[in-house]
């Protein structure tokens, strides 16, 4: 509950300080009741209030699954707390319910696939596709959430494991191992320095070879995250 009131606050602060600038007024100290002044219904209406807010559950979910604290009935925990510290959890019933769910739509909007991917984890194990789609939502979300600095060394060496154990064990499963093989483990190398830029460099590096074709919708911002680092991805179909 205290992860959905203070995720509201906080979005409510930068957008008062937002404001004051904009305005040219000074920059002061902040009251509680200026930025509870804030409705949500006002802090939803804004394109990035709004998606720093519907982070929240994915930040608990991510959490819970990376720190091996997953437990049956903790989408429902995340339902009963939201709508305690919002009074309604309608701004995110489509995550908890992607999260609740076996059978939700993992093909649709970034926030929801993801969700039903922690929810409902793939058999990642020889599958290096279902490593990669997992690991370009999370990269995605990691990038955009308040929470990076939590969940990012948590996160971070799953995904360099997980593909360490591609190269290493699984490459009769990606598509000319010898050809893209050593990009993936280059970057798989330097990801030990740059954390989530390395991360997005590994994923750049490995859509080719489990025949992954991604739009600049996707390639862009993962260039973004990796820092600019060019990419050998095939942008043709959707993903």
């Not at 995605?140 to 969940?151: P, V």
């Not at 064990?169 to 010898?178: C, K, M, V």
């Given at each position: 509950?205290?992860?959905?009131?203070?995720?509201?606050?906080?979005?409510?602060?930068?957008?008062?300080?937002?404001?004051?600038?904009?305005?040219?007024?000074?920059?002061?100290?902040?009251?509680?009741?200026?930025?509870?002044?804030?409705?949500?219904?006002?802090?939803?209406?804004?394109?990035g209030?709004?998606?720093?807010?519907?982070?929240?559950p994915?930040?608990?979910?991510?959490?819970h699954?990376?720190?091996?604290?997953w437990?049956?009935?903790?989408?429902s925990?995340?339902r009963?707390?939201?709508?305690?510290?919002?009074?309604?959890?309608?701004?995110i019933?489509?995550?908890?319910?992607?999260?609740?769910?076996?059978?939700?739509?993992?093909?649709?909007?970034?926030?929801?696939?993801?969700?039903?991917?922690?929810?409902?984890?793939?058999?990642?194990?020889?599958?290096?596709?279902?490593r990669?789609?997992?690991?370009?939502?999370?990269?995605?979300?990691?990038?955009?959430?308040?929470?990076?600095?939590?969940?990012?060394?948590?996160?971070?060496?799953?995904?360099?494991?997980?593909?360490?154990?591609?190269?290493?064990?699984?490459?009769?499963?990606l598509?000319?191992?010898?050809?893209?093989a050593?990009?993936?483990?280059?970057?798989?190398?330097?990801?030990?320095?740059?954390g989530?830029?390395?991360?997005?460099?590994?994923?750049l590096?490995?859509a080719?070879?489990?025949?992954?074709?991604?739009?600049?919708?996707?390639?862009?911002?993962?260039r973004?995250?990796?820092?600019?680092?060019?990419?050998t991805?095939?942008?043709?179909?959707?993903?």
């Amino acid at each position: 509950m205290a992860a959905f009131r203070l995720g509201v606050l906080a979005v409510s602060a930068q957008r008062v300080v937002a404001e004051l600038r904009t305005a040219d007024g000074a920059l002061e100290p902040l009251e509680i009741g200026q930025l509870e002044s804030k409705n949500l219904e006002t802090l939803l209406a804004d394109a990035g209030s709004r998606e720093i807010i519907r982070n929240i559950p994915l930040d608990l979910l991510v959490w819970h699954r990376f720190h091996g604290a997953w437990e049956a009935g903790l989408a429902s925990r995340i339902r009963v707390a939201c709508a305690t510290a919002w009074g309604d959890n309608t701004p995110i019933s489509d995550i908890l319910e992607a999260a609740s769910d076996a059978r939700a739509e993992r093909n649709s909007a970034t926030a929801v696939a993801l969700a039903a991917a922690l929810a409902f984890p793939s058999v990642l194990a020889g599958n290096p596709r279902a490593r990669f789609e997992r690991d370009l939502l999370l990269i995605y979300h990691l990038a955009h959430s308040s929470a990076r600095r939590i969940l990012e060394p948590l996160v971070v060496p799953h995904i360099v494991e997980g593909w360490t154990t591609v190269v290493r064990d699984e490459g009769f499963a990606l598509r000319s191992p010898l050809q893209h093989a050593p990009a993936i483990r280059a970057a798989i190398a330097d990801t030990e320095a740059v954390g989530l830029k390395g991360a997005a460099k590994i994923i750049l590096a490995a859509a080719p070879a489990v025949r992954a074709s991604l739009t600049e919708d996707w390639i862009k911002p993962l260039r973004l995250i990796s820092g600019g680092a060019s990419s050998t991805a095939e942008p043709q179909s959707n993903q």
